[in-house]
């Protein structure tokens, strides 16, 4: 049977969603070893020359939040969220496929909330022009405006994979909801890792 246009198109879309979250977490994984790399040298030169860099800590706040938000998307696409499976993997296909589907609404509705809340902070620092209480007084809308937009592309992803899934709910599609919102198993787990090591081995791993 030959998907439909609408059905190919969201697929195609949850692609690039992919990819582009993908260089969204190198980019927070950037963040975070750069933010090491600078308490490192922070520390040794503190330890052996008597002064110190400056903003160090401050800095690697702000690269942990960023880090963080841009890592939620990528997260949620490989379903890596933590989820009680106690009950979830007794349930009756159809049931546990509809439980999923209300787990991305339930994240979903929690997102939105707290990124509608991110900007009103946001909106506040720059309104006020508030700056950090540091030395370096940073302005905060900076690291709070990186860190509201790794929210807002997790909201965008998760309307994404809500109407998807929302799609193959309705047209009897389970195995398409599983895949977008459902608990990993173990030898998914397990069939990936082996995959990544096969990688490692070949010196393709990304």
Not at 27 to 40: D, K
Not at 57 to 80: N, V
Not at 89 to 108: E, H, K, M, T
């Amino acid at each position: 049977m030959t998907p439909s246009p609408t059905i190919g198109l969201l697929a195609r879309l949850s692609g690039y969603a992919e990819t582009i979250s993908r260089v969204a977490v190198w980019f927070g994984g950037a963040l975070t070893i750069a933010s090491v790399l600078l308490i490192s040298v922070d520390v040794l030169i503190r330890k052996f020359l008597g002064w110190t860099v400056g903003g160090a800590d401050e800095l690697s706040s702000y690269a942990f939040a960023i880090a963080t938000s841009w890592s939620f998307a990528f997260a949620t696409l490989q379903r890596a969220n933590v989820r009680v499976d106690v009950l979830y993997q007794y349930l009756p296909v159809r049931l546990s496929a509809v439980l999923d589907w209300l787990s991305l609404v339930a994240l979903g509705v929690f997102m939105a909330v707290l990124t509608f809340y991110a900007y009103d902070v946001v909106g506040a620092s720059l309104v006020q022009g508030s700056r950090a209480n540091t030395p370096l007084a940073t302005p905060l809308a900076i690291p709070q405006g990186l860190w509201f937009l790794g929210l807002v592309a997790m909201c965008v992803v998760l309307a994404l994979m809500l109407l998807r899934s929302s799609v193959a709910l309705v047209t009897g599609d389970i195995a398409t909801v599983k895949a977008i919102g459902g608990v990993r198993s173990a030898q998914e787990e397990a069939d990936e890792e082996a995959a990544a090591g096969e990688r490692m081995v070949k010196g393709d791993a990304a």
